[in-house]
Structure formats: C-alpha cells, structure tokens
C-alpha cells in the first residue's frame, strides 16, 4: 500500500517533469537537427544562456550559421553574453508574422533589456522593411540596420520560434571593453631610457614657461603645441630643475651626453666652458 503510494508519487513526478521538458522553450532541443547553427548553441552553452533562454514562455531566436557567427564567436565572454542576448527577443515572430507588420519599423523587446543592464535602447532591436526586405538593428539611433531576414527555420506557435538572420547584431557599446583611463603622464618620465632622458627634460620647462606667462585657462592648450619651439632655447637655463631627479639622472645625463645633442643638456653647458677654455689656452699658448 505505502509501496503503491509513493511508486505512483514518482510516477506523477516523472510524468510532471516529463512534461515541462515537453512544453518548456527548448533550444537545444529545437537547434539540434539544424547542425549549421551548432556553434550558436555551443556559444549558448558557454555563456549560461540556455537555462535562462528556456525558462521562457515566448522567444524569437534570431539564429547565426556556424559561418555568419564567426565574427563574435571569438569575443571575451561577458561581451559575447551581451550580444547573444540581444538576439533572443521576447515575442514570437516568424516569418508570416514579419512579412504581416504595417509599420515601417517595429521595436523588439531582447532578453538583454530584461537584465536591467539595457541603456540607450541597446536592449532593443529595430526590425524594419526596405524594398519588401525585412532588416534587423539594434535600436540604438544610428545603428546600422544590415541584419536581413533569411528564412524561418523552426517555430512552434506560440512560443519558440528561430528565425535566421545574415549577421550578427551588435548594439553599440555592448560589445565594448570598459575604457580603462591612461595612466597620467607624469608617471612614465622617471624610468625612460637614456634616448627618452635626453627628450623628456623639453616638456618640464616649457609647462613651467606657460603657466608662467599666460592666462591659467590658456596654459593646458598652447603649451603642447608651443613646446617643440620653445624647449631648445629655454632648456639650458632652466635645465638644473626640470630633469626631476632620480638618483639615476646624473649617470643618464652622462650617457645623454656621450650621444651628443649639445644644447639640451647641463653637463654639455659645463662641457663647452671647459672646451672654451682649453681653446683659450691654446690661443694664448699660440700668440706666444
Ligand atoms: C549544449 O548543452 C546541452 C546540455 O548540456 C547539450 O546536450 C548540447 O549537446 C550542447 N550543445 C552544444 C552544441 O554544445
Ligand atoms: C506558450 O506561449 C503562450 C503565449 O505566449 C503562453 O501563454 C504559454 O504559457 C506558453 N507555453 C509554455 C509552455 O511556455
């Protein structure tokens, strides 16, 4: 009797679970007899979509061949997450449907605009019709609408429908890295090699010079492009200063100086006294 109870309980179990595998949206199981889209499923599998997509009453798939994806198959994997998303919308559409919109162009909700993260309407596409032709885009103003509608390749109304497409969708700024800021500028001067020592003293006075002589709200805009000219004359006066001195310097300096470009550096200022006076000398040393 107890043995029957719970033999029929997971009779019912196994016959509930059966059947929302049944009617859940599937897409695996709908994409397994196309093999020219293996890779979407793969790169579905990969990124964790599939549960996500199937747990879904009502997708449109807006499916890539195995050679159309190839183009974003291959970018890091939290930007490939964005724009695979942004290929599940969720509304049924197949081609009947499509073909059956008045409007010039319609907004498709993305399973990418159901994250929260969707902003600038890049969770949302733009399906429109040129010339009898239907065009996917991602909504965002200016994006290019070039994904063009193939064919129908599976639906099952009205929950699952996959529709191919010619081209990735890739809403601008999803697809992009975070942009990392440049390190600032004056980080890099203290460990240049001895080439770039020889350079970098130009910049030091001819900032100093611009603060010192103009407007403080000119200063940031003439001084890069009044640098190159100014530097020459200015640099052996000030050069003592700007070189900002890591205990390398002097040894660098030597260095800068045995490659010999006379008016930048210090110790060549040092180096033509000396010169001027062996010179002397010898012209004295000549007169007698
Ligand atoms: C995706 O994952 C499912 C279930 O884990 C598996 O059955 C299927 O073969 C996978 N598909 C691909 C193309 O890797
Ligand atoms: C199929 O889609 C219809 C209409 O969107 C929805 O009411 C129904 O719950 C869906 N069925 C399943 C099993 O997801």
Do not use: W
């Given at each position: 009797?107890?043995?029957?109870?719970?033999?029929?309980?997971?009779?019912?179990?196994?016959?509930?679970?059966?059947?929302?595998?049944?009617?859940?949206?599937?897409?695996?199981?709908?994409?397994?007899?196309?093999?020219?889209?293996?890779?979407?499923?793969?790169?579905?599998?990969?990124?964790?979509?599939?549960?996500?997509?199937?747990?879904?009453?009502?997708?449109?798939?807006?499916?890539?061949?195995?050679?159309?994806?190839?183009?974003?198959?291959?970018?890091?994997?939290?930007?490939?997450?964005?724009?695979?998303?942004?290929?599940?919308?969720?509304?049924?559409?197949?081609?009947?449907?499509?073909?059956?919109?008045?409007?010039?162009?319609?907004?498709?909700?993305?399973?990418?605009?159901?994250?929260?993260?969707?902003?600038?309407?890049?969770?949302?596409?733009?399906?429109?019709?040129?010339?009898?032709?239907?065009?996917?885009?991602?909504?965002?103003?200016?994006?290019?609408?070039?994904?063009?509608?193939?064919?129908?390749?599976?639906?099952?109304?009205?929950?699952?429908?996959?529709?191919?497409?010619?081209?990735?969708?890739?809403?601008?700024?999803?697809?992009?890295?975070?942009?990392?800021?440049?390190?600032?500028?004056?980080?890099?001067?203290?460990?240049?090699?001895?080439?770039?020592?020889?350079?970098?003293?130009?910049?030091?006075?001819a900032e100093e010079e611009g603060y010192a002589d103009s407007?403080?709200?000119?200063?940031?805009?003439?001084?890069?492009?009044?640098?190159?000219?100014?530097?020459?004359?200015?640099?052996?006066?000030?050069?003592?200063?700007?070189?900002?001195?890591?205990?390398?310097?002097?040894?660098?300096?030597?260095?800068?100086?045995?490659?010999?470009?006379?008016?930048?550096?210090?110790?060549?200022?040092?180096?033509?006294?000396?010169?001027?006076?062996?010179?002397?000398?010898?012209?004295?040393?000549?007169?007698?």
């Amino acid at each position: 009797m107890c043995l029957k109870a719970s033999s029929s309980l997971l009779s019912l179990t196994i016959l509930l679970g059966v059947s929302s595998i049944v009617s859940a949206v599937n897409i695996n199981r709908a994409l397994e007899k196309y093999p020219e889209f293996s890779t979407m499923t793969e790169l579905f599998n990969k990124t964790e979509l599939t549960p996500i997509i199937n747990k879904r009453q009502t997708i449109t798939l807006l499916a890539l061949s195995n050679d159309a994806i190839g183009s974003i198959s291959g970018r890091p994997e939290d930007e490939l997450k964005n724009i695979l998303m942004n290929h599940v919308v969720l509304d049924f559409y197949d081609g009947l449907k499509l073909k059956a919109i008045k409007d010039k162009s319609t907004m498709l909700t993305t399973l990418y605009q159901s994250t929260g993260l969707g902003q600038q309407q890049n969770g949302f596409l733009k399906c429109s019709k040129t010339n009898g032709k239907i065009f996917f885009g991602s909504a965002v103003k200016g994006a290019p609408q070039t994904a063009e509608y193939i064919t129908t390749v599976f639906r099952n109304p009205f929950n699952l429908s996959i529709v191919q497409i010619s081209m990735p969708i890739v809403a601008p700024g999803l697809g992009d890295p975070v942009k990392v800021p440049p390190p600032p500028p004056m980080s890099s001067p203290p460990a240049p090699s001895p080439k770039e020592a020889a350079d970098t003293p130009a910049p030091g006075p001819a900032e100093e010079e611009g603060y010192a002589d103009s407007p403080p709200g000119a200063a940031p805009e003439t001084s890069p492009a009044s640098a190159p000219e100014t530097a020459p004359e200015s640099a052996p006066s000030e050069d003592g200063s700007p070189a900002p001195a890591p205990e390398n310097a002097g040894k660098k300096k030597m260095a800068a100086a045995d490659e010999a470009e006379p008016p930048t550096s210090g110790s060549n200022t040092g180096l033509s006294f000396g010169a001027i006076l062996v010179l002397s000398f010898v012209v004295i040393f000549a007169g007698f």
